[in-house]
């Protein structure tokens, strides 16, 4: 075979095929429609059970061994690839790449004082829209096919998501921000009326892409606003996403405020609604965790963000299973993690609850990477011959560790039957423009604002 450069027609009992690098472009009839084929590969599924052979993808997310005389679109050289399931991010804002690098070393109330608040109250659509653009472009290019965003101006961030090819929840806020001087209530269902509007819309790019509710936390959030919030969410099927019990301050606060704990308190105004997006839950109570089990709600691990703001918490993964609560993960948002990197997330989420429980046997490899890709439709392609993946042992046993705790470089990213990453390039963004456009946003955001650095002057 030839490498990437060159073109050249190959001829067998099909009609002429095109071929440049590891990519053999079929003519297309309609039964092969979003149909890749990978040849002489390694497929781990979703049990994680490794396969070997040739593999064709399906549009629909499911797969089958090849015989090889199949009409498919493409046919892509599988020696050096392992195939898996994307990443699923359930919980980040993506515009906050804008913030990245910043504030960094203050506690938690000085980064938001001096770092965060500052800059958004200058946010504003196009500077959301930059930040998303560098965002789902990371996404994509460490291999994640989904996010449950939460952020301010929705409707800048979910055409970002559906240009680009990739799926989402795009919550929008429940509240209006910077938090106006006077008439706040009036403002606050100003914002709630936009929302509704984008849910009416109904959702983009084939249902890739939906909008939902953000009610951001039950210290920023009126009882008014969290019951309007989910009334709104029983009404239209909307997914509800909010922040709880993040901190220690938070859940006493609470406390001492209502005579309950977050979720409890949640729970007695009827807030929950099926498939509720509760982020971080790293100071809950084994009755609150009942509760998230009872109403189906998921509990979003972000170990790593967590860690950074030193919390204090962090989600107590074999409480939340024993308690049957369906739990997933999420980076956060940039600004407090650094990296929208779902690979590293899952790492640090099987080092984090080994350490925290004195238990070196929780999520194993398998477990991991399962709960960083449950419910999946897409693929992804590692590149093998990066050396992070050896040795792979015998019968390539060591495979799914060494993606997990040593990565790889994400090859190819395959959604709904389109590459929209091929050979390590992103075929739907172009990032060499996004960066430059996120260079330029960073110098007007920050303009004047110089938060404290790490010891960095």
Known sequence: MEHAGSLQPRHNNHDAKWHRGTYWVESMSDG???????TATHLIDDDCNLHSGDVILHPNGSWSLSKGDEDVQTTIDGSSRVITRSFQNWHTHLPMVLNRGMGEGLTLGDWLEKNIFPTETRVTPEFVRTGTLAGVAELIATGTTFACDMYHYPASIAPVLAEAGIRGIICGPTTAWPPPENDAETEDVRVLNELENLIRG????????????????????????LRRASEMSKKYGARLHIHTSET???????????????????????????????????????????????HGAHAVHCPVSNQKLATGGT????????????????TDGA???????????AKAASLIQRHDHWDSTLLPPRESWQLATKDSKDWVAWNLDDIRMRPRGINNRRLLANLLYSNSQCLDVIVAGKIIRQDGHTLTLDEQNISLQLEAAVAEYYDGINPPQGGIK
């Open 335 to 345: 600004a407090s993690n650094n990296s929208l990197d779902m690979r590293a997330e």
């Open 32 to 38: 092969s429609a979003g149909l890749t084929r990978y």
């Open 248 to 294: 220690r301050d938070e859940v006493a606060q609470c406390h001492e405020q209502h005579g309950m704990y977050p979720i409890e308190y949640l729970d007695s105004l009827d807030y929950f609604t099926d498939g509720t997006v509760c982020a971080h839950c790293g100071w809950v109570t084994k009755r609150e965790m009942r509760i998230l089990a009872s």
């Open 202 to 225: 109904g959702s983009l790019a084939n249902d890739r892409v939906e909008y939902g509710i953000a009610t951001h936390a039950v210290y920023t959030c009126s009882e008014e606003v």
């Open 315 to 330: 989600l107590s993964y074999p409480a939340m299973k024993e308690a049957g609560v369906d739990v997933r993960l999420g």
